[in-house]
């Protein structure tokens, strides 16, 4: 007989609660997912994703828009969503990324998409971390979205400090020009990253990612924070 996922993987137990399940989480657990594409939660706006009346483009959009046209997530940032983020990014958890990545792949929106551009790590954080967890999950949704993934289009060209570390005030400041696009870039390009706080770093890699020449930068993320863009 056949074993299921998440037998091979965690015995048979859930990742959270430990209790049985047949995938990596149990039923329960993942009912509590705090998924964003539901239609219960608030509406969003969808340049930025943050709640928006009727999901209009939100005020903060308008008067400031972002280098990104679009942003689609399929989580909020909440638990149990940063536990699973967490393990999967701190502690090697690497069956993860799959699982994030077809919940991810649920909500996207291909808008004519030409491939997909994980978040890139610095030299030296790939080397301390061993993985680019944003570049694991866009593995499994290339694959489902049938897109081609295409991390070489978009390299970190320096170190910077862990955004989460940071105020948010200086998170823009951070990750300024800390991007280089080695070609030619054209088409839409989707960005893809675990978790969306104030959109910093997507922002500057959307912008240069339009430098290098693309038309149109998307973002997809895991999990929105609800923190305002500063």
């Known amino acids: 007989m056949l074993k299921t996922l998440g037998e091979m993987l965690f015995g048979g ?5 430990r209790g049985k399940a047949e995938a990596l989480l149990c039923a329960a657990c993942d009912m509590d997912l705090p ?16 709640a928006s009346p009727a999901g209009a483009i939100c005020g903060r959009c308008l008067t400031q ?36 990545g077809d919940i991810l792949s649920k909500c996207i929106f291909m808008d004519n998409v030409a491939c997909i551009v ?56 951070n990750v300024r020009g800390a991007f280089h696009c080695p ?19 997507l922002d500057e890699m959307a912008a240069t990612l339009k430098r290098a020449g693309a038309g149109r930068v998307v973002n997809w993320v895991v999990a929105r924070t609800p923190q305002l863009r500063v």
């Open 118 to 173: 994980p978040v890139p790590l610095s030299a030296e954080r790939l080397r301390s971390r061993g993985y680019n967890q944003a570049l694991e999950i866009a593995r499994r949704v290339s694959a489902v979205a049938g897109t081609r993934l295409a991390p070489e289009l978009c390299e970190r060209s320096r170190d910077t400090a862990t955004q989460m570390d940071l105020p948010l005030e200086e998170r823009a400041k």
């Open 65 to 100: 828009p972002p280098s990104y046209d679009a942003t689609h997530a399929a989580l909020a940032y909440g638990f149990p969503a940063d536990v699973l983020i967490q393990a999967l990014k701190f502690r090697g958890e690497l069956a993860l990324a799959p699982f994030l």
């Open 35 to 50: 998924r964003l594409s539901t239609g219960t939660g608030p509406e969003l706006c969808p340049r930025c994703a943050l």
């Open 183 to 201: 070609g030619i870039v054209s088409g839409t390009v989707a960005v893809l990253d675990d978790v969306m706080t104030t959109g910093a770093t």
């Open 13 to 17: 137990s859930c990742f959270l609660c």
